[in-house]
């Protein structure tokens, strides 16, 4: 692009009250000063610039002159100027002034440059000058740097520059982060949009490390304040990082949940609250090993255990918020309060995981340090307030659960509240008669309703108590097409997979004897052995093959076992297991997965086959002889592969038994 002429241009002076009245310095005269070899006529040159720039803004508009007199500014000058005012101990009121000028002038053009411009190494290569001079700045001028440097890594190029900085560099933004709020969206931006690319795994790692470092920092900067923003920022970093920059073990985890706890029994704001929980549900979700620990341990001394008041202040705002929430799906709000709730619900989730595990060691106590029973103590009463408490609480979810699919496949999307005229009047409160879906996303895709199953899910699989058993059975028309879509890569755009939490809940509904109609109702065993059988046919075949599906094979079959445990006699459809599991190649070769997990798989499969074979009346069981003997000879063959009396051998020694014609 040609330089354009800007040597008649003047300047139009909008102070005297006149309009139009032309004023000197001209634009031209402006460039020459800042093309001078000399730093003075520089700096008067910047000066008029800034002032002609702030009282112009037809001038503003015009980007080919903008470009122009961006053109004509030492880069170079402009960092003499912000290290003259970035030095330690400097006193100077016109290195001050000199700094202020440089923040200013590089803020103003950061804003009315081009796009094309604004990715050119001459703007962007201020990117580290300006985090340095933020300490000794001014008040004033503080906020300019930040919004610049805001600015600038908007552009892809800029986020990496910053990223790209050394820690060191990093630490004045750092330091003033607890009075600069937007110093942490800085950071969100640099290290989510200018870490990608990093394909190298050395350089993914001094990544890592570098980020893991920043966040030590940011929680020794925000120590005496209520870390609201700082746990906000900690939670959004670790849900939308590259997983392979997420630190591993890192050692700011116990400052993180220490404050967490403080947030959390300080009177919490509705801002706090929303922090403490959503960085609370990435932690356990992130770190399931070593947060539990830290974040729900019980001191001796309290009058009332932690993790029983912490619990509580989660099922409150869960029972609180769900039922309105239905009629907030088109709310601009709705993915703040989403968020907040599943994060609450993974919180949930965690600690009925060490509930019921503290209540086993009860019964049978671990001698290892990290027994539950050391860090959870709660009396016998609160075990059963709270208990009760969960069990409501989950009882409110799966109202909203119910409401929310029937909303999906029969409801009128993105239809405003005010469409509804009528109520409805329930135990949970008033509703609208006609149901709604969201605009913009579909009740599968929404993370909120994988939450609150896996919640659900832990919990009537362990708790023996039928009532939100038979609850759950309402829901079998929802876990079956969540299933069903999530063995559709393509009809789960956002990597939801709902098949183990459905699984783990069929356990426990499937106790009852609604559970039992509801799933057959469904076409339950059709769906469910159907995905079992391709797991079962690719461990026979070089098909690529993850532990992840093997143990999900199993975990269908534990549910089908269930099934047919309960229905005696099977229907003929279902005996097409039988057939397909006489048809199984036992693999020679080894394959991609742990040989353990997989015979255990293939001994659940063998003695879902012989569940059905013996429940058989005689006729079926005299047409499937043939069956029956190939299965015998896969169990002989997987026997001499199992050694010792473990379980899988028990197992593969009982199909032996039941099944010797």
Not at 332 to 349: N, V, W
Not at 392 to 412: C, F, H, I, K, P
């Amino acid at each position: 692009m040609d330089t354009p002429d800007v040597s008649n241009l003047q300047v139009q002076d909008s102070g005297n009250g006149g309009a139009g009245t032309t004023t000197a310095p001209s634009i031209e005269k402006i460039q020459q000063l800042l093309r001078t070899k000399d730093d003075t006529s520089r700096f008067v040159g910047l000066a008029l610039l800034k002032s002609v720039l702030d009282n112009s803004p037809e001038l503003q508009s015009d980007e080919a002159v903008i470009s122009s007199l961006w053109n004509s500014i030492s880069p170079k000058f402009l960092d003499r100027l912000l290290r003259a005012g970035s030095q330690s101990g400097s006193e100077q009121k016109n290195s001050k002034d000199m700094l202020d000028l440089a923040v200013a002038v590089i803020h103003t053009f950061a804003i009315l440059l081009p796009d094309e411009a604004r990715r050119d190494e001459k703007l962007l290569g201020r990117i580290p000058r300006l985090t340095n001079a933020v300490l000794q700045s001014s008040k004033e001028t503080t906020p300019v740097i930040i919004e610049t440097l805001l600015t600038l890594i908007t552009v892809p190029e800029g986020a990496k520059i910053f990223a790209n900085l050394e820690v060191d560099d990093w630490a004045p933004l750092i330091e003033i982060a607890p009075e600069h709020s937007h110093v942490l969206t800085i950071f969100i931006w640099a290290w989510e949009r200018g870490t990608t690319g990093l394909e190298d795994e050395q350089a993914r790692e001094a990544m890592r490390a570098k980020i893991d470092s920043g966040i030590q920092s940011f929680v020794s900067s925000f120590i005496g304040t209520d870390a609201t923003s700082l746990l906000e920022f900690i939670s959004h970093v670790l849900r939308n990082l590259d997983e392979s920059l997420i630190p591993r073990n890192p050692k700011w985890l116990g400052s993180v949940t220490k404050l967490i706890r403080n947030l959390s029994t300080n009177r919490p704001t509705s801002a706090s609250r929303s922090a403490y929980t959503n960085c609370a549900g990435a932690l356990l979700l992130i770190y399931p090993e070593s947060t539990p620990r830290l974040l729900f341990l019980d001191e001796k001394d309290a009058s009332k255990p932690f993790s029983y008041l912490f619990i509580n202040l989660i099922l409150v705002d869960l029972r609180a918020t769900l039922p309105s929430l239905l009629e907030k799906l088109n709310d601009p709000e709705y993915p703040r309060i989403s968020q907040r709730l599943t994060s609450a619900l993974d919180i949930l989730t965690a600690f009925i995981g060490q509930l019921i595990g503290w209540m086993e060691e009860l019964d049978n106590p671990k001698p290892e340090a990290h027994s539950t029973i050391r860090w959870l103590q709660m009396p016998p009463d609160l075990v059963i307030k709270l208990s009760s408490s969960i069990a409501e609480t989950l009882a409110v979810t799966m109202e909203y659960l119910r409401d929310r699919w029937d909303a999906s496949v029969a409801g009128a999307q993105g239809l405003h509240p005010e469409a509804r005229t009528a109520n409805a009047h329930t135990d949970f409160g008033s509703r609208k008669t006609l149901a709604w879906d969201a605009k913009d996303e579909s009740a599968a895709t929404d993370a909120f309703i994988l939450s609150a199953i896996r919640a659900i899910a832990l919990w009537v699989r362990d708790d023996d108590g039928d009532a939100l058993r038979k609850q759950a059975a309402g829901l079998m028309d929802m876990f079956m097409e969540l299933y069903q879509g999530s063995s559709s890569a393509s009809s789960q755009p956002n990597g939801l997979d709902y098949r183990l939490p459905i699984l783990a809940a069929l356990e426990g509904v499937l106790r009852t004897s609604k559970g039992i109609q509801a799933f057959n109702s469904y076409n339950g065993w059709n769906i469910l052995s159907a995905d079992m059988l391709r797991i079962l046919e690719a461990s026979s075949t070089t098909a690529p093959l993850h532990e992840a599906d093997i143990i999900r094979g199993t975990r269908i079959a534990l549910v089908l076992q269930i099934v047919a445990e309960s229905e005696g006699v099977p229907p003929e459809d279902w005996m097409g297991v039988v057939t397909a599991v006489a048809a199984y190649d036992v693999p020679m070769a080894e394959r991609d997965v742990d040989d353990g997990v997989l015979l255990d798989f293939q001994a659940d499969i063998l003695q879902l086959a012989k569940t059905l074979l013996t429940n058989a009346n005689p006729g079926m069981r005299k047409r499937y002889v043939h069956s029956a003997r190939a299965i015998r000879g896969i169990a002989e063959q997987l026997r001499g592969r199992v050694e010792g009396d473990s379980d899988t051998a028990r197992d593969l020694q009982d199909v032996l038994s039941a099944l010797d014609v």
